[in-house]
């Protein structure tokens, strides 16, 4: 962590202590193998890895992962280069940090002032995973860098979805281009464009439908409001961004790669990991073949301040954490 992000931590009310708090119910599920390495610096025997290896599966990392992390971590034991479980714990931690480091990469918004505004993006996924939730808090995060946000209510499907963004727009202040629950979303999202280009927006936030009658017809309402941005922005969108809920585990890499084969996902939002035991997903998401996406932010609380860049350094170490009162704050 650098030296800027523990200043914001300090002024954040301690960013890191919420992030350890909201992945508390993953690290309680992990307690059983991985609480076992760190209460002191016990010899391994066979327990201590069997307990691991179903902790880590509990917690959804994946067996691909966990036989990848077995693998390489009981030769080492054998061998006593791991000769205690203190050993075995930064062993795990180091091995943890590595399979997601490919995920560790920031939202880059484009810098050169001469480019073409607004930098559009898209937000899809399905039903109840938090995507408004995220657009808003990240629109507030967006001024706070300061750039202009616009919203756009794409998703005129979902009941209360047009009210609640346009609800986040009065909160930050930001416009919000919307039409009444119903309405052709490309022609929400084309209007949206245009004015976000009249006015030098330089980013456009567009939420999108969750769900249809079924997985082909939103496939097909993705594509199609694509295809409408495109007539005024051949470039855009810009990033698309696949809002997941950590709660929902494996099912998450279904998720996955139905969207990217229907709309060319660029990169990754996991929220709800504080009400999720399941947080290891993140790391069956890193193993995947077929698709390699960065987890831009993880969602684990609330607060505007609860989304955070995905470090993945940072997750590790707070997966890993003992348990301790200031998980109760």
């Known amino acids: 962590m650098s030296d800027g992000e523990e200043d914001n931590s300090q002024k954040g009310g301690g960013l890191w202590k919420r992030l350890r708090s909201g992945l ?47 693998e390489d971590l009981a030769p080492r034991v054998e061998r006593r280069e791991l000769n205690n479980t203190r050993a075995l714990h930064g062993a795990l931690a180091t091995l943890l940090s590595a399979k997601l480091q490919p995920l560790q990469q920031p939202l880059r918004l484009e810098q050169d002032p001469a480019a073409d505004k607004p930098h559009i993006i898209f937000f899809v996924g399905v039903n109840g995973v938090g995507k408004t939730t995220t657009i808003g808090k990240l629109a507030k995060q967006l001024q706070q860098e300061k750039k202009s946000v616009m919203l756009a209510a794409g998703d005129t499907f979902r009941a209360a979805a047009v009210e609640q963004l346009q609800a986040w727009g009065e909160r930050n202040d930001v416009p919000v281009v919307a039409q009444p629950q119903g ?27 969750g769900r249809l009658q079924d997985k082909t017809q939103l496939m ?44 060319a996902v660029s990169g990754l939002v996991i929220t709800k990991l504080d009400g999720s035991a399941k947080a290891g997903v993140l790391f069956a998401i890193a193993a995947l073949p077929e698709v390699k996406l960065p987890v831009h932010y993880i969602g684990v609380g609330e607060a505007i301040d609860d989304l955070r860049r995905f470090s993945a350094d940072d997750f590790v170490e707070a997966l890993l954490a003992p348990n301790d009162s200031a998980d109760e704050e």
Request: net charge negative.
């Open 24 to 70: 508390k119910k993953t690290r309680s599920q992990l307690a059983t193998g991985v609480g076992n390495l760190i209460l002191g610096e016990r010899e391994i025997d066979e327990t201590v890895l069997e307990d691991l290896e179903t902790a880590l599966l509990l917690t959804d990392v994946g067996v691909d992962t966990t036989t990848a992390i077995m």
């Open 220 to 263: 097909d309402e993705l594509k199609k409001v694509h295809r409408v941005v495109q007539r005024l922005d051949n470039t855009a969108p810009h990033e698309v961004i696949l809002v997941l809920d950590g709660g929902v585990g494996q099912n998450a890499l279904s998720q996955v790669r139905l969207f990217h084969e229907a709309v």
């Open 183 to 209: 309405s052709d979303s490309a022609s929400v999202v084309f209007d949206a464009v245009q004015s976000a280009q009249a006015r030098g927006v330089d980013v456009l936030l567009v939420d999108t439908a």
